[in-house]
């Protein structure tokens, strides 16, 4: 597959399109209905979440015990839990914590992964070895599974730590519930990114355009940053968008078990747990507890899904026309 | 070739070191000490110091790696300390690994008859509402989550939501099977695998659908294909005889590579449906800190799939002459 990509890129260059290559991504995605979707998805997600003070019309934490397990209203869209506190507006400040760890956990694996697998496909020898070999390691471990090993272990002394250098408010707000989730995906999740630049950076190197940019002098690191990764960028992309998909769905399932992001911290996944126990006592009355939430985790899934289809065909139109 | 597979089972020995020490060192220094967790918050220092020698967790930290090891080699993993206190985490791990591989085996058959067939019929309906479907069949599978699954497909077809089944006027059910029923694992024959094996086989289906689609696109691309047409080969067997065949390699590593998961219990959906698999018994162990458990059954799933990739690898360069040379 890697293969037919590089092949697509090099085409591009020796045909003159009126339009730029941006503008020309852009009309194929704009085609794309389920991209489109996709995207219009992500983009409402990234808003709410920007704008969750303003959105939510309770405080999330507020509980209201004489309104308990209500359907949903008027002036509780999304109905309450059984503290009482508002669903909606769970939801929208769920929001801001699903985005918070995809983009964290897509920057580090971004600042880890791009330079470690463009260093390894670049130079070769010991570098190379020296990457791919701690990626396999990393590989060899199973999945979540592995995640939630380091979740789980790393935060007991995360949480000491901060108590150690005086940081006991920090200790117990819910912020380091952060750190320990972002850390546990990041860590994992950079290799799979170092293997594709490598395999990509590998592919382009001999190519023309790099060995005259080399001939006349280009600074190494200039090579790397300003010919290579501009035509290795491609599936990149594609693996980023599909990963955040991922990467939501690790962290809402980190928070079920609990592990991840606790209460009164919402995350779409603590929020599915504490209703799930409610909704198995009183099925079908309550169903609105448990559908919400997961229909909007899973939304968010399906459009990363969709926009990273949609990429890779915008991107590849020779394997997809 | 020989050198090849050299190479890589000179790599075999250290990767699993790395692997083993890792793991233990995430098991042993994240969570902080074992016998506090053991004991509890009112132990007294003296009983403290005293299970300390006993489990050995007073010495350096490559004497207990080395002793970990050591008594791993001869298969004994230690014991359990919270859940099942005292009993040997080998002991443990055989008892509920056959359910998991079982169950597993299973879902991947699942997967496997009805990814294939999907991502073939795509390609070939290629840009009609089949393939829109199918398409959307792939992505909803990698995209609902388990936790949502879960409760949804239990009550879906479970005896306590007979309204749905019955105006339906199709009367069976697949429950009730969670443990907070009181609902009991039969084994694999019966009914109470079908849920579980279904939702663990979303992803193969996704994954193996997505495959043979693309799979089946770039075959019948090429130009062999081209010339089996042109010289009046019925389309039935340019498919069946020349496209499809180049398209199932790649599936065959894939599962390949699946024999390696065969060991890990999917630890959302086990213990959701009460099969006393390894997820159930991960699940458990990660909730109560059971350290040894979880590191035995890191260890146990990454050299599994460790082998498993290199099976894989060494397979593949037989059966294939041109991956050789790389």
């Known amino acids: ?321 | 070739m020989g050198a090849f597979v050299i190479r890589r089972l000179l790599w075999l020995p250290v990767l699993l070191f790395f692997v083993s020490l890792i793991t233990f060192a995430l098991g042993l220094y994240g969570p902080g000490d074992p016998v506090q967790v053991m004991l509890g918050m009112h132990a007294t220092p003296a009983t403290i110091e005293r299970l300390r020698h006993t489990y050995g967790f007073d010495q350096p930290f490559y004497v207990q790696y080395l002793n970990y090891v050591g008594n791993a080699l001869h298969g004994d993993f230690g014991y359990s300390l919270v859940k099942y206190r005292d009993q040997p985490v080998g002991k443990l791990i055989a008892e509920s690994l056959p359910v998991t591989v079982q169950l597993n085996i299973v879902s991947i058959l699942l997967g496997v008859v009805l990814g294939v067939p999907l991502g073939l019929v795509a390609a070939l309906k290629r840009d009609t509402w089949i393939d829109l479907l199918v398409r959307g069949i792939v992505i909803a599978g990698i995209s609902f989550p388990i936790i949502f699954l879960n409760p949804v497909l239990t009550f879906i077809f479970s005896r306590r939501h007979d309204i749905i089944i019955a105006a339906a006027h199709i009367s069976f059910s697949l429950g009730p099977f969670l443990p907070m029923t009181g609902g009991q694992w039969d084994g694999i024959f019966s009914t109470k695998v079908i849920l579980p094996a279904f939702i663990e086989a979303t992803g193969v289906i996704a994954v193996l659908t997505r495959q043979m689609r693309a799979g089946m696109l770039e075959e019948l691309g090429k130009d062999y294909v081209r010339t089996a047409r042109a010289k009046g080969l019925r389309e039935r067997l340019v498919v069946v005889r020349h496209a499809m065949r180049n398209a199932l390699i790649p599936i065959a590593t894939i599962l390949g590579l699946m024999l390696g998961s065969l060991v890990a219990g999917d630890f959302l959906v086990e213990p959701w449906f009460g099969v006393p698999g390894v997820g159930a018994l991960a699940f458990d162990a990660l909730f109560s800190r059971d350290y040894y458990v979880i590191m035995a059954l890191t260890l146990l799933i990454a050299i599994t799939y460790v082998l498993a990739n290199l099976l894989v690898d060494v397979m593949y360069g037989l059966l294939d002459p041109r991956i050789r040379q790389a």
């Open chain 1, 1 to 321: 597959m890697t293969a037919s990509i590089s092949v697509s890129m090099r085409s591009d260059g020796f045909t003159r399109h009126a339009r730029s290559p941006e503008a020309r991504l852009l009309s194929r995605l704009a085609r794309n209905l389920p991209a489109l979707l996709g995207a219009m998805v992500v983009l409402a997600v990234v808003i709410v979440a920007i704008f969750a003070p303003v959105i939510a019309r309770y405080p999330y934490d507020q509980t209201n015990l004489d309104a308990i397990e209500q359907a949903p209203s008027a002036a509780h869209w999304f109905g309450t839990d059984a503290l009482g506190r508002d669903m909606f507006s769970r939801i929208v400040w769920g929001a801001r914590s699903a985005v918070f760890v995809i983009v964290m956990v897509t920057l580090l694996g971004l600042a880890l992964g791009v330079p470690l697998g463009a260093a390894a496909g670049y130079f070769g020898g010991w570098v190379d070895t020296l990457v791919m070999r701690v990626a396999d390691i990393l590989f060899a471990f199973p999945g979540l599974l592995f995640v939630f090993f380091i979740a789980a272990t790393i935060k007991p002394g995360i949480v000491a730590w901060a108590r150690s250098i005086g940081l006991t408010d920090l200790a117990r707000s819910g912020y380091l519930d952060y750190a320990v989730v972002i850390f546990a995906l990041g860590v994992v999740g950079w290799a799979g990114l170092a293997r594709l630049v490598r395999g990509q950076v590998l592919a382009v190197r001999e190519r023309e355009f790099v060995l005259s940019a080399q001939a006349i002098g280009v600074p190494t690191w200039k090579v790397i940053a300003r010919h290579i990764l501009p035509n290795a960028l491609a599936p990149v992309i594609v693996s980023i968008s599909m990963g955040m998909g991922d990467i939501a769905l690790s962290e809402g399932y980190l928070s079920f078990l609990g592990i991840g992001l606790q209460p009164p911290t919402p995350s779409w996944g603590n929020i599915l747990a504490d209703n799930a126990g409610r909704y198995w006592r009183t099925f079908p009355q309550m169903i609105w507890l448990v559908l919400i939430p997961g229909v909007v985790l899973a939304a968010v899934v399906f459009a990363f899904n969709f926009l990273g289809d949609g990429l890779n065909e915008a991107l590849n139109p020779e394997i997809s026309p």
